[in-house]
Nanobody, 125 residues
Framework: VQLQASGGGLVQAGGSPRLSCATS????????IGWFRQAPGKEREGLSC????????VYADSVKGRFTISRDNAKNTVYLQMNSLKPEDTAVYYC???????????????????WGQGTLVTVSS
């Protein structure tokens, strides 16, 4: 499956962009989807993930209450609504697809077999 992350850009602190993770040529409804980010000089950090049906979601403590993950399988798209952004949220944001789509989605990047190219989010203070 080929993933395309979009929606990044320059955002002021406190802003609320929405990232999208979409596919072309295949369907997403088989896969659990995770959002991760990587800041310069740091390891990839898991943010949130959602099961293939959307019934189960997981959030990292660093974004709980600020970010919301959702999916629209009819549109083959998973979203990450980000609110109250801070400069430390600046990073390249990636989405990954885990073919073990059901149950509770995995929080670790190793579980995700397919990745998009990432979208850069820069938060200015």
């Amino acid at each position: 499956v080929q993933l395309q992350a979009s929606g990044g850009g320059l955002v002021q602190a406190g802003g609320s962009p929405r990232l999208s993770c979409a596919t072309s040529g295949s369907t997403l409804d088989y896969y659990a989807i995770g959002w991760f980010r990587q800041a310069p000089g740091k390891e990839r950090e898991g943010l949130s993930c959602i099961s293939n049906s959307g019934d189960n979601t997981v959030y990292a403590d660093s974004v709980k209450g600020r970010f919301t993950i959702s999916r629209d399988n009819a549109k083959n798209t998973v979203y990450l609504q980000m609110n109250s952004l801070k400069p430390e949220d600046t990073a390249v944001y990636y989405c990954g697809a885990d073919p073990r789509g059901g149950g509770w989605p995995a929080r670790t990047a190793l579980a995700y077999a397919y990745w998009g190219q990432g979208t850069l989010v820069t938060v200015s203070s």
